[in-house]
């Protein structure tokens, strides 16, 4: 295969990347990213004399650029956005411009180049939000009711992708998975966050009550189910991809975390809740298990374990983003003064 790996230098991409010359070394991969504050090429340090590896900078949005690699390839796997909930807060048009018409160059460009398969990754998100006291879980049925720019961009997203292949038979995939957590997770999500605070002796921001829940996927288990859809997937499908949590509140993970590092509750900072925050998402992921034996391999704790072991052994590569820009959004999110 030739691959074309959109956003390959983001956090999901890089360990993608990894994960598919690791397990397919014959394949070839070129990771077209625009190198946004999320890019970041020291992801993919270790693999960028690969032979079979190539990174061109280029944003989706630019049509030739897109053309060029899109020339090379057979297929596309999609993870280029904006993809931080809080940012699309706060400034939510690069979320349109990147997750809808970046979304929709790509996929005009795979029609011209009669690409075999193009892969769409996406978000629970889009489904909106469950209620606490409830044990439904999203399904292939439900439907769609997105409430942050994030959401609403990322299911536009899907939309247009459907849309390709029902109009002009363009053969897709999509993937909507829950939130993901591993090595390479850019630090102001939340338990990247989290693990990199408490490093660093800081407290960790909870937002509102904490008892908000997310359903956590590890990143190795996301490359598996992605590799999954890849090889046997059908066209046209969308799989839900999701983890082994059982409803775990933020506060919760936030203890385990606590745990593992050896400290206490006094690193627990409550601060002021997200507009239109999402109360509860669980995936109910059985489709993909029944129809292309898929199911994740780590336990949530033992995944967790192995993602603040990361973060302790790689110091550098997150002290590098959380100076410089970075401190500036820090203190604007959460009107703290260092
Ligand atoms: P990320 O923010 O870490 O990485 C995004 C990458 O896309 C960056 O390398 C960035 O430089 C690149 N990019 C952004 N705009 C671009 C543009 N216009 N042109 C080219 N490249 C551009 O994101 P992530 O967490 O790795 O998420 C990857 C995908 O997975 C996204 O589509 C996201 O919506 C989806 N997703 C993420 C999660 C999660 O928990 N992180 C959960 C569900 C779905
Ligand atoms: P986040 O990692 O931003 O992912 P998403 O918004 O895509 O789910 O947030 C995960 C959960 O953690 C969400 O309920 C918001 C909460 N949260 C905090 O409580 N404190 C924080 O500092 C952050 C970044 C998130």
């Avoid at 032979?51 to 944003?59: L, Q, R, T």
């Avoid at 209620?131 to 939309?159: G, N, Q, V, W």
């Avoid at 409550?270 to 993909?288: L, N, S």
């Amino acid at each position: 295969m030739r691959l074309l790996v959109t956003g390959g230098a983001g956090f999901i991409g890089s360990n993608f990347i990894r994960y598919w010359l690791t397990t397919h070394p014959d394949d070839q991969v070129i990771n077209f990213d625009a190198l946004t504050y999320a890019g970041n090429l020291e992801n993919l340090r270790d693999i960028e004399d690969n032979p079979n590896y190539e990174f061109v900078k280029g944003n989706i949005c630019d049509r030739d650029a897109v053309d060029a690699v899109m020339s090379r390839v057979d297929t596309v796997v999609h993870f280029a956005a904006e993809s931080h909930v809080d940012r699309s807060i706060s400034d939510p048009m690069p979320f349109i411009k990147t997750n809808v018409e970046g979304t929709f160059v790509l996929l005009e460009s795979a029609l011209k180049h009669s690409i075999s398969r193009f892969h769409h990754i996406s978000t629970d998100e889009v489904f909106g939000a469950l209620p606490l006291d409830s044990k439904r879980k999203f399904t292939d049925d439900t439907k769609y009711d997105p409430h942050s720019p994030y959401s609403a961009s990322k299911a536009a997203s899907d939309h247009l992708v459907r849309a390709y292949h029902d109009t002009y038979g363009l053969p897709v995939t999509i993937s909507n998975c829950s939130n993901n957590f591993g090595p390479y997770h850019f630090p102001e999500k939340l338990i990247p966050l989290a693990i990199t605070n408490i490093l660093e002796g800081k407290k960790v921001p909870v937002y509102g009550d904490g008892l908000y829940v997310r359903d956590w996927l590890y990143v190795k288990d996301h490359c598996t189910a992605i590799d999954a859809i890849l090889t046997n997937g059908k066209i046209g499908r969308t799989y839900l991809v999701g983890g082994l949590t059982e409803d775990i509140p933020n506060i919760e993970v936030i203890r385990r975390i606590l745990r593992i590092m050896g400290k206490g509750e006094e690193m627990i900072e409550y601060v002021k809740d997200r507009p239109g925050h999402d109360r509860r998402y669980a995936i109910d992921w059985t489709t993909i298990k029944r129809e292309l034996n898929w199911k994740p391999a780590y336990s949530f704790d033992q995944a967790l374990q192995e993602t603040i072991h990361w973060f302790e052994s790689n110091r550098q590569w997150w002290e590098r983003i959380k100076s410089g820009a970075y401190r500036e959004y820090y203190q604007n999110q959460y009107s703290v003064t260092e």
